[in-house]
Each structure stands twice: as structure tokens, then as C-alpha cells.
């Protein structure tokens, strides 16, 4: 069993940037790969970015490319989401994923307990 621990959600304003951070447990975080996704109120849940166990292959939403920078350190079984240039469309819960490289969420394994993001206009 693997947990995932998510931090990093907030209050932000429009144009602002925040780096979510997602540490997961056990000793084989090297071989899962990661992802984040996204759901906001009366949505579906939907895919932002993924990247592969060593960090090399990475994914991402079209919403979010360019803005968005999906990262892993896995010394420190953390996977990291940096965003910038926020708007109001990225308001939702965040939710950190692992067992996958995919924009199914139905191929992950383990999920985080999500956090909130916020962008005020």
C-alpha cells in the first residue's frame, strides 16, 4: 500500500503561482509513476499532468502546458506540481496519483486526500 500526502493548496490570486507537493510512503516510490488531477464542483475529475519514474517522460493537459511543470525528487519521494500564471479556471481540488503514467485516472493505483486551490479574480 502506498500513501500519498498532499500540501501546497491555498488562496491565490489571478496571474499568481503555487508548487503543490505530494509525498508518497514505502521505499519503491522510484518505480511508480505519478500524476495530478483535478476536480472541481459538479465536475468530472480530469487529468493535468503525469510523469514517468525517472522523470524523463512527462504529460500534460492542454489547459496547463506552458503554465503548468510537473516534477519528482525521488530521494525524497516527493512529486511536485509548480503553476504558474493561475486563473480562476484552475480553481478545483488537486489530487496527487500514483501507479500510472496516463490521463485515466482508472490506471492509478493510490490517490491522495486532494487539496484546494483557490484563484480569486
Known amino acids: 500500500q502506498v500513501q500519498l500526502v498532499e500540501s501546497g493548496g491555498g488562496l491565490v490570486q489571478v496571474g499568481g503561482s503555487l508548487r503543490l507537493s505530494c509525498v508518497a510512503s514505502g521505499r519503491t516510490f522510484s518505480t511508480y509513476g505519478m500524476g495530478w488531477f483535478r476536480q472541481a464542483p459538479g465536475k468530472e475529475r480530469e487529468f493535468v499532468a503525469s510523469i514517468d519514474r525517472s522523470g524523463n517522460v512527462r504529460r500534460y493537459a492542454h489547459s496547463v502546458k506552458g503554465r503548468f511543470t510537473i516534477s519528482r525528487d525521488n530521494a525524497k519521494n516527493t512529486v511536485y506540481l509548480i503553476m504558474n500564471n493561475l486563473n480562476p479556471e484552475d480553481t478545483a481540488v488537486y489530487y496527487c496519483?500514483?501507479?500510472?503514467?496516463?490521463?485515466?485516472?482508472?490506471?492509478?493505483?493510490?490517490w491522495g486526500q486532494g487539496t484546494q486551490v483557490t484563484v480569486s479574480s
Open positions: 496519483a500514483a501507479g500510472a503514467v496516463s490521463v485515466n485516472p482508472l490506471e492509478y493505483n493510490y
